[in-house]
């Protein structure tokens, strides 16, 4: 396995750890329905994101530079519509803590993007 293989499963592996973490927390009542609602949701959101960027871009690896940039661009670019539709559903429909769903949202988006910076930085060619 390679170490960019490693890096992206030891991220899915830490990923998948937020919702139980959240889950445990909720469990020792020490967070109400409505907050572990709007974290997990938020959560829930960045990760269909996070997931349909690394599709584009494995789709993008080993082509030519150009069309390796558009399919980087095409993902972020629907990453973003995706997220804003999905925040805008979300937020119309369901009674969520607005404080907490866009916190979590804020947060796990920076989380996934760090993600992404150093899988594309050290990715092996």
């Known amino acids: 396995m390679s170490k960019s293989a490693r890096f992206l499963f030891f991220s899915f592996i830490i990923s998948l750890f937020f919702p139980l973490i959240l889950s445990a927390i909720f469990f020792f009542n020490l ?7 709007s974290l997990i949701i938020g959560w829930g959101i960045v990760f269909i994101g996070f997931v349909t960027e690394l599709f584009f871009v494995q ?8 069309l390796f940039i558009r ?6 670019s ?6 804003l539709l999905l925040v805008i559903i ?14 979590s949202i804020l947060f796990f988006f920076i989380f996934y993007l760090i993600i ?8 092996k060619n």
């Open 31 to 37: 967070l109400e329905f409505q907050n572990f609602k």
């Open 71 to 76: 399919n980087v661009l095409g993902a972020i």
């Open 78 to 83: 629907i990453r973003l519509f995706l997220t």
């Open 59 to 66: 789709r993008g690896m080993g082509k030519s530079d150009k």
């Open 90 to 103: 979300a937020l119309s429909f369901l009674e969520l803590s607005q404080n907490n769903f866009i916190f």
């Open 116 to 123: 992404e910076i150093f899988y594309l930085t050290f990715r």
